[in-house]
């Protein structure tokens, strides 16, 4: 105010973004670091730039999130479905979608002709045909999730139950005529027929409301996908006597059985995907080495953590 300048600088003073379910303090994420709660500063769970950049979020969703909470100069708590939104809202606009099967169930199809295989057109993005297609095999042998099949059935269970027909996405209705099982009485096989005049149609007289995702068993690719969730079981972290006590123990599960389509064989840095009915994922370009592929779940499809 002193000094004869055609402007004078304004100073804005805010408080700390504070995020729910996380901590921003460096010295505590320091502490997480070196006693290895987490897998360093770019872990996924970190909510640093290398951490989300390695989780997938994109710069576009966190620049929505700042405009959506503003400025404020009184300590708050920002909920992390916020932030979670908004990368919904941009990886449901941007991502491609894929098929991934984090907990295989081998399925037989008993009418396919042995040794054929088709190469399925299945759109990248459903409301965006610029985004095109890719080709999806499809054969004899296929893999769905464990928890699609049902053996006793609760209510309103839509997908496959045996003697009950499902469409498999971007293919045809089957049918589960049986269950095989093991020594032990677990589930190792279902043997299934085919319609094959419900390719890209309904079967007539008959509606079929479940859909369910699928690999082919001879052509999916090995993966591991860690399924992330927040670092913290509660919203408020730095309120209690000792935060780590509040460490969710869950935050971290790893799947190394998965399959995916082999598409994703092409994956590189900045590869994201819709795993259709699971959730967002990203490429880890960092873990991926000597072949192997490894995915990080970005975000769920819904809310999981919803208040009662």
Not at 97 to 123: F, H
């Amino acid at each position: 105010e002193q000094l004869d300048t055609p402007c004078h600088p304004q100073q804005i003073e805010f408080a700390r973004l504070q995020l729910e379910y996380t901590i921003v303090s460096k010295r505590k994420l320091n502490q997480l670091v070196m006693e290895k709660h987490v897998n360093g500063w770019d872990d996924p769970r970190m909510p640093t730039i290398a951490g989300l950049r390695r989780a997938g979020v994109t710069p576009k969703a966190i620049r929505d999130f700042c405009e959506r909470i503003g400025l404020t100069k009184q300590n708050s708590w920002i909920e992390m479905s916020v932030l979670e939104y908004c990368i919904r809202e941009d990886l449901n606009e941007n991502s491609a979608r894929a098929m991934a099967v984090l907990n295989p169930l081998r399925l037989v199809i008993d009418n396919y002709p042995d040794g054929k295989t088709e190469q399925l057109i299945i759109s990248n993005h459903p409301q965006k045909p610029e985004l095109g297609n890719r080709d999806v095999p499809f054969s004899k042998v296929i893999l769905i999730e464990q928890d699609d099949f049902a053996e006793m059935p609760p209510p309103k269970f839509k997908r496959l139950v045996e003697g009950g027909e499902v469409r498999l996405r971007g293919a045809y209705v089957i049918q589960c005529n049986e269950v095989v099982k093991d020594d032990n009485g677990n589930i190792v096989e279902l043997r299934c027929t085919y319609d094959p005049d419900t390719l890209g149609k309904n079967p007539e007289g008959r509606k079929v409301k479940g859909v369910i995702h699928w690999v082919s068993e001879p052509h999916a690719l090995p993966a591991e996908i860690r399924l992330y969730d927040r670092l913290f079981t509660v919203p408020n972290p730095d309120n209690e006597e000792n935060f780590l006590d509040a460490l969710n123990p869950d935050s971290l599960e790893v799947l190394s059985n998965c399959r995916v389509e082999a598409s994703l064989g092409k994956a590189t840095t900045d590869s994201r995907y819709q795993f259709e009915r699971t959730g967002y994922f990203c490429f880890d370009a960092i873990d991926s080495v000597n072949g192997k592929l490894v995915f990080n779940r970005t975000v769920t499809l819904r809310d999981g953590w919803v208040k009662d």
